[in-house]
């Protein structure tokens, strides 16, 4: 199964700035929609942020203004730039493909392993 491994996390005060990274594993892979979700201290996931294949963006009403997605499909990538961070936006960060096409066939629902993003204030 394709890896979704994220990195970039960290700690931050407030007004800071993060960027995450995250790499799909494999070669002979071809990614579809990406999204960074994240998931507050006792709080459900969330979505943050969406990119299609041709770049498409949607940001969640948070985001916007403050965070960029981004890609690059020849390395199989995606990242987050987060600015003026706040301490709501501490939490996990994952990032999720909703299709990866693989030699072996098509892959759903991959999720990364989730990446620490703390804000204090």
């Known amino acids: 199964q394709v890896q979704l491994v994220e990195s970039g996390g960290g700690s931050v005060q407030a007004g800071g700035a993060l960027r995450l990274s995250c790499a799909a594993s494999?070669?002979?892979?071809?990614?579809?929609?990406l999204d960074w979700y994240r998931q507050p201290p006792g709080s459900q996931r969330e979505l943050v942020a969406t990119i299609t294949t041709q770049g498409s963006t949607i940001y969640a009403d948070f985001a916007k203004g403050r965070f960029t997605i981004s890609r690059d499909n020849a390395k199989n990538s995606v990242y987050l730039q987060m600015n003026s961070l706040k301490p709501d936006d501490t939490g996990v960060y994952f990032c999720h493909a909703d299709r990866i096409s693989t030699l072996e066939g098509p892959e759903y629902d991959n999720w990364g392993q989730g990446t620490q993003v703390t804000v204090s204030s």
């Open positions: 494999g070669s002979g892979i071809t990614v579809g929609t």
